[in-house]
């Protein structure tokens, strides 16, 4: 049976000939390798391949590198740079997805890959399989601790709120903070959703974060907000860059992405998770009337508290009052042993009286025994002398406070400073005048010296002054001798 292999003999050859009836030339391993580049790119000008991320590396030039497996075969793939800025997501390894592109050969080492033009994730298990291996990276680091996050200001002066600038979230803001507690709002308007979401509210955070203390425009409180949405739709706020720039900006922050079942990075990185939008606002400021409220009740506290002792005082002091006994008590006593004194002087009276008349009696019975008893009275009066001291002893007690009180008098005259060169000023009545006001309304005044009087006239006077007139001496009594000088 004939063959197209050669035979032994030729095998044997050491040079290559042409067999006949072979009019074909060997071809080069460029020319087969292009040509297999060629046909496999016509074939396969198109392919979506699912499969599981491995080896991904990032080139200094921006092109991406990695392979695509299951569990019976491994294909390598490329994405270049243009396309590698426009992912949605950071690819990492162990991740299942779904890529668009072409597949070509690399004649440099023999092996065919896929060109990717377009990656993504297989389905929701996979972005929540990214979302988890994320998660548990960045919590490594330490950005999830609660030793970083920092505690909210009471009442916030300005607010800065990153957000859209046209959906609902930030008309709900607005209103809520006017309800509860009117404040300055400052919008960073940013993409929520989309290409360039992540950057542009990183961006935001870090821009807010850059203004400097002091500044009016720096807010005391950051919320970043957004509404409902599939995973997807919220898959800005769980990018990298997001919740870095979150856990490192210096304001408080407050997280406010989704309804309250929704949960993504940023809510972990921020200081405050907030269920929606309108509860952060509520998280944002106190209510007015509360506060309202609030600072009354402490003001009547206040008043309370002061008015508390005095209240006890009071009662304290009624109690003490209530346990005195009564006045009519204090002196029923002294009331009963002043009638028992006026009783016993009634009797004392009477009995003396009775005495009185009874001597009366005898001493009319016996005239001789009287005369007998008063010449005995006159004679034991005879042999008595008055003492002098008794009479003396008050009279010279007497004048010696007579003589302080002259001494003083004499100190105490008004005429005494003038000795020092001070001048007595007195009206026409003889009054002394001691002010500015009483002297302008008299005419004429009289300056009184140690050695004589002058009489003066007042710059307002619209007349000569009258003459003064010399009070009037005052009569005195002869002086008494003295009874016992």
């Not at 007015?288 to 600072?295: G, I, M, N, P």
Request: hydrophobic share 40%.
């Amino acid at each position: 049976m004939p063959t197209d292999f050669p035979s032994d003999a030729e095998d044997a050859s050491l040079v290559a000939k042409a067999r006949a009836g072979d009019n074909a030339e060997p071809l080069t391993v460029s020319e087969i390798s292009q040509a297999l580049k060629r046909t496999v790119e016509d074939r396969f000008g198109f392919v979506r391949l699912r499969g599981e991320l491995s080896g991904v590396k990032r080139a200094a030039s921006g092109h991406m590198y990695c392979a695509l497996k299951d569990e019976k075969a491994v294909l390598d793939g490329v994405m270049w740079r243009g396309n590698t800025g426009r992912l949605p997501f950071n690819p990492e390894d162990g991740l299942e997805v779904v890529a668009s592109g072409k597949l070509t050969t690399y004649p440099g080492r023999s092996k065919y890959q896929i060109v990717i033009e377009r990656m993504e994730l297989a389905g929701e298990g996979a972005l929540l399989a990214l979302l988890e291996k994320t998660r548990a990276r960045l919590q490594a680091e330490g950005l999830f601790a609660q030793e970083r996050k920092q505690p909210l200001p009471f009442l916030p002066r300005t607010i800065g709120v990153v957000t859209s600038p046209t959906g609902a979230v930030i008309r709900d803001i607005l209103h809520r903070l006017a309800d509860r507690f009117p404040s300055r709002v400052i919008v960073w308007p940013v993409l929520v959703q989309g290409q360039g979401a992540a950057e542009q509210v990183a961006g935001a955070v870090r821009g807010f974060s850059a203004i400097p203390e002091g500044h009016p425009d720096r807010p005391d409180l950051v919320i970043v907000a957004r509404g409902g949405g599939s995973i997807e739709d919220l898959w800005s706020f769980n990018e990298e860059v997001v919740v870095r720039a979150i856990a490192d900006c210096p304001i408080p922050t407050i997280s406010a992405v989704g309804h309250e079942t929704d949960t993504t990075l940023a809510d972990y990185a921020a200081d405050r998770r907030a269920p929606t939008p309108t509860a952060a606002a509520e998280i944002a400021v106190p209510v007015r009337a509360e506060l309202a409220a609030t600072l009354a009740d402490f003001a009547a506290r206040k008043k309370r508290a002061i008015l508390r002792p005095v209240q006890l005082g009071r009662e304290r002091l009624q109690a003490r009052t209530d346990r005195l006994p009564k006045r009519e008590a204090l002196l029923e006593p002294h009331a009963q042993r002043l009638d028992d004194l006026a009783e016993r002087l009634r009797r004392g009276l009477r009995d003396r009286a009775a005495q009185g008349r009874e001597q009366l009696s005898n001493l009319r019975l016996a005239p001789a025994a009287l005369h007998r008893n008063l010449r005995e009275a006159q004679r034991a009066l005879a042999g008595q002398k008055l003492v002098p001291a008794l009479v003396e002893r008050p009279l010279a007690e007497r004048r010696q406070r007579l003589a302080a009180l002259a001494r003083l008098a004499e100190q105490l005259h008004p005429d005494r400073p003038l000795q020092r060169g001070y001048v007595r000023v007195t009206g026409p009545d003889g009054r002394t005048i001691t002010d500015k006001a009483a002297a302008a309304k008299e005419a004429a005044l009289t300056l009184k010296f140690r050695d004589g009087e002058l009489d003066v006239a007042t710059a307002d006077a619209a007349s000569p002054a009258p003459p003064r007139r010399k009070p009037r001496k005052t009569r005195t009594a002869p002086k008494q001798d003295d009874l016992f000088g």
